[in-house]
């Protein structure tokens, strides 16, 4: 399926495919990711999109998968997420391959002569032939390249305005371009919940096309930003909640981690909500 789409040039579709199989069990996620790096490679802010959707999934990516995400962001001019020490950023080499000229001198005079005579018979329609492909395959790239270019300038300009802390400009940005980069989102929700700035937050939630809200997993980002800053908010959910409806709060393990290194005063408090539940539990 990963090969119709790209033979299609529906990158689209296949990052659809990704991100709706991340639950399959058995599914091989570093494959998956190791295709959609490739397809994007010439696109660095998608590439910064990628490592972020495998951060959120959970995945460690293998050493082939960091290397491709690497060499992709360093020729975007992008910062580099982790460390580039145990990988190998060298080009390697193309391996030599024989030229004409290496055959010709092994071929026989008859063998020479007739090959001649079939270059000459089937060379001109072979040239037209890959002229109109390559004109073909060169204005779709320049199409490609100068969607590409508009939407980047789209992104930097979004991500200026978050970097710059202007959240209210960035909001009304999103909402009249329509650009629902993951990444910068992510970034925005980030230093709206921060800054408690919840009139900003509900109007991007509301203006957001419920479909892309839900497919982006934002409600999941906005819970897990308001837990960061607010631990108490997270025991309280947990001790709450029925023991049927605790999965409700589930996070992954990384921001779970994150929640309890900002919040170290919550390990006690847990120790004890699960010792006094033991305990109803066994009487």
Not at 249 to 264: D, E, M, R
């Amino acid at each position: 399926m990963i090969e119709h789409f790209l033979s299609l040039g529906r990158l689209d579709c296949l990052e659809d495919l990704v991100l709706m199989s991340r639950s399959v069990f058995g599914c091989d996620r570093e494959h998956m990711y190791h295709q959609w790096v490739t397809a994007e490679a010439k696109n660095p802010a998608k590439i910064e999109e990628i490592w972020m959707e495998m951060q959120d999934e959970g995945h460690a990516p293998g050493k082939d998968l960091k290397t491709l995400i690497a060499k992709a962001l360093k020729s975007g001019g992008r910062p580099l997420p982790f460390s580039t020490e145990d990988l190998n950023m060298e080009e390697k080499p193309a391996a030599p391959q024989a030229t004409k000229q290496d055959n010709k001198k092994s071929a026989k005079p008859e063998e020479e002569k007739s090959a001649k005579t079939q270059e000459e018979k089937s060379a001109k329609p072979q040239e037209e032939k890959s002229a109109k492909t390559q004109e073909e395959k060169s204005a779709k790239a320049d199409e490609k390249a100068k969607s590409q270019k508009q939407g980047s300038g789209k992104v930097e300009k979004l991500n200026s305005l978050i970097d710059e802390n202007k959240t209210s400009e960035a909001v009304d940005f999103i909402i009249k371009k329509k650009q629902y980069h993951k990444g910068l989102l992510r970034k925005l929700i980030r230093i709206m919940v921060a800054n408690k700035e919840w009139a900003n937050l509900k109007k991007l939630e509301e203006k957001t096309p419920r479909g892309k809200w839900i497919g982006l997993r934002l409600d999941a980002v906005v819970r897990d930003e308001k837990y960061l800053n607010d631990g108490n908010l997270f025991y309280e959910t947990i001790k709450e909640a029925d023991i049927t409806n605790k999965h409700k709060a589930k996070l992954n393990s990384s921001t779970t981690k994150n929640i309890f290194l900002k919040n170290p005063e919550l390990l006690e408090k847990f120790e004890d909500l699960a010792s006094r539940e033991g305990n109803l539990a066994a009487n």
